[in-house]
Structure formats: structure tokens, C-alpha cells
């Protein structure tokens, strides 16, 4: 008797924990708006800024966000294979991606949350702080291998141009944006992050780096004041005959006047059909707090006014920081 009352017992028990389970591994997965779980993948060349986006976000809502800070191309795999269903990269899908979402009855968005910058970085015993976009483009296709054929004076020798991966946002940059009709030069080395090109650019007298600015520009983090007192950041010229008063560096208010000429976009892939966690994440990154974190970090945000500040240099003994242009307005 005491059998035939057990077995039912223990039946009922294991039921209501397999009840209990699933509804607990539905809580877990039950994402809206302003609570969940999700990952999502990013061009590591804007990690520092997303970063920042994250734990503000993160602070303010129940939530969770996973980010997998890759290369840019490894990022919108990641939203091919459904893997993430946000991607943050230097640019938009392609035509081709675009119609592989399309055939898989998705309508992918593509919304532009910042305008970025290619910094070009040197040892800071290089005197030589300008260059003109066609002297880069010189180096980037191996026209030119030593300094000494873009500044006489140098002893430094072979030019070694250094970038953070092979797959990243800002070779393609230098391949489509600078160098365009003409392929990179097979002498370029590929390290792997943006950090490194740092290390690597600070103790290589002869090396010239390209880096994503957000590693550099952003004087509340203590990594990038660290990594700023050991490069010099470079100023550009459009004009071929590059000096200090025709380049600029890549500053905020240049970013927005197109004066610095190795700027980019940077947008959020988003494939979120039924307006979840990514998609409220998304309205963050847009909204006040999301672009007020972007201005902050030194990229210029899309979507809200900026005052325009000039940062001059202390070495030169100029005079201190002077406001250029105050609400200049939304960028479109």
C-alpha cells in the first residue's frame, strides 16, 4: 500500500519541478525592452565607447548585455548566423547582406550612432606630427617605404605602417576610403587589437599606426591618458603640401566640419523582428543619455547637438582650451 502511495508522490513531485524549471528558463529568456539577457557583437575599434554605453544601460535597467568585441567583419557573421541580433560596426550591410536577410524574411535596420575618426599615430621622438592624405596614401600602397622620402630630414629609415587585424573596420577603411583605386601594400604588419597597436607604436621609433580615436580621445578613462603620453597623434592635410596650419587633428569639432579627412560612420545592425532587448537598447544609444556617453568619449554623436571645443597643445605654450562653436545644431 505504502508503494502505491509513493510512486504517485514522487510522480507529482517530478512534475511540478520540470513545471518549475521551464517556467524559470522562460523568465531567463524573456527579454523586453528594458530587461533580459542578450548578446551582441562589436567592432572592437569602438570598444571603449560601447563600453561605456553598456554599464550606463546596465546601471539603469535590469539587464544583462554580453558584448563579443571582434573584428568587423566577424560582427555581422555573428548577425548572419542569428548568433546576436545587434551589431555595432564602421558600416552599413551591403547590398549583398542586405538580400541574404531579405531571402530569410528579415528587414534588417541600420541606424548611425556616431561619426568616428582613423587616428594616425607615431613614436614621440618622430618630429615629423603632419601629413597630407596623399602621403598616407603613398605609404599605405608601398609608393613610399622610408620617411626620409616624405621628410627629408629623418633618420628614422623604413616607414612600418602597423594595424590591429587583418579582418578589421579600419584596414578596409585604408583600402576603400584612402587608397581606393590602388591595393594596400603587402609590407603592412596586422597585430591583432587597437591597444597593441598602441604598445607596439610607443616603444618603435620608426612606426606609424592607424587606431580607432575613441582609444585615444577619451580624458576620463585612465587607459587612454595612459596610452596618449606615449604616441604622438599625427595632423592631416587634404592639401599635398601638409603643415601646421593646414592639418588638423582628429577632434571633435573637425569631425564635424569634415576639416579632419579620415572620418567614418558608425551604425547599429539591427535584426530584432519582434522589438526586444536589442531594440531598446538601440533607443538608448540614440536617445540623450546614449549620445551624451559618445560626445563624452570624444567620437562625435550623430543625433544631438555638440559645443565645439579646441584643444590646443601645453607644449607650445599657447593659450588654454578656447570655445570655437557652441550648439552647432543636429548632424544629419
Not at 560601447?50 to 539603469?60: G, T
Request: glycine share 4%.
Amino acid at each position: 500500500m505504502k508503494k502505491e502511495i509513493l510512486l504517485p508522490v514522487l510522480l507529482l513531485s517530478f512534475m511540478m519541478m520540470m513545471a518549475c524549471g521551464r517556467k524559470a528558463k522562460n523568465s531567463e529568456n524573456a527579454n523586453t525592452m528594458t530587461s533580459g539577457y542578450i548578446k551582441i557583437a562589436v567592432d572592437q575599434t569602438v570598444q571603449n565607447v560601447i563600453h561605456n554605453e553598456i554599464e550606463v544601460f546596465q546601471n539603469l535597467y535590469p539587464v544583462k548585455i554580453e558584448p563579443i568585441y571582434t573584428s568587423e567583419q566577424e560582427a555581422i557573421e555573428l548577425l548572419k548566423k542569428d548568433s546576436v541580433r545587434l551589431a555595432i560596426t564602421a558600416r552599413k550591410l551591403s547590398q549583398a547582406e542586405l538580400s541574404y536577410f531579405h531571402e530569410k524574411t528579415f528587414q534588417p535596420e541600420m541606424i548611425r550612432i556616431a561619426i568616428d575618426g582613423v587616428a594616425i599615430i607615431t613614436h614621440p621622438s618622430n618630429k615629423d606630427s603632419v601629413i597630407s592624405v596623399k602621403d598616407m596614401k603613398r605609404i599605405l600602397t608601398g609608393e613610399v617605404k622610408q620617411w626620409n622620402q616624405i621628410y627629408p630630414n629623418s633618420k628614422l629609415g623604413k616607414i612600418q605602417v602597423v594595424f590591429d587585424n587583418t579582418n578589421s573596420s579600419i584596414v578596409r577603411y585604408a583600402n576603400d576610403s584612402i587608397c581606393r583605386d590602388k591595393p594596400l601594400s603587402r609590407d603592412l604588419s596586422a597585430l591583432e587589437l587597437n591597444e597593441q597597436v598602441v604598445e607596439h607604436v610607443a616603444k618603435v621609433p620608426n612606426a606609424l599606426g592607424l587606431i580607432g580615436v575613441n582609444h585615444i580621445s577619451d580624458m576620463n578613462d585612465s587607459l587612454v591618458v595612459d596610452f596618449t603620453s606615449k604616441i604622438r597623434v599625427m595632423k592631416v592635410s587634404y592639401d599635398d603640401n601638409a603643415n601646421a596650419d593646414n592639418s588638423v587633428q582628429p577632434l571633435q569639432y573637425y569631425l564635424y566640419n569634415a576639416e579632419y579627412p579620415f572620418r567614418r560612420e558608425i551604425f547599429i545592425l539591427l535584426n530584432d523582428p519582434r522589438g526586444e532587448l536589442p531594440k531598446g537598447f538601440t533607443r538608448f544609444i540614440v536617445g540623450d543619455k546614449g549620445q551624451r556617453i559618445i560626445k563624452r568619449t570624444g567620437l562625435l554623436p550623430s543625433t544631438m547637438p555638440i559645443q565645439a571645443v579646441k584643444i590646443v597643445n601645453k607644449t607650445q605654450n599657447l593659450k588654454q582650451t578656447e570655445d570655437l562653436v557652441q550648439n552647432l545644431g543636429n548632424i544629419h
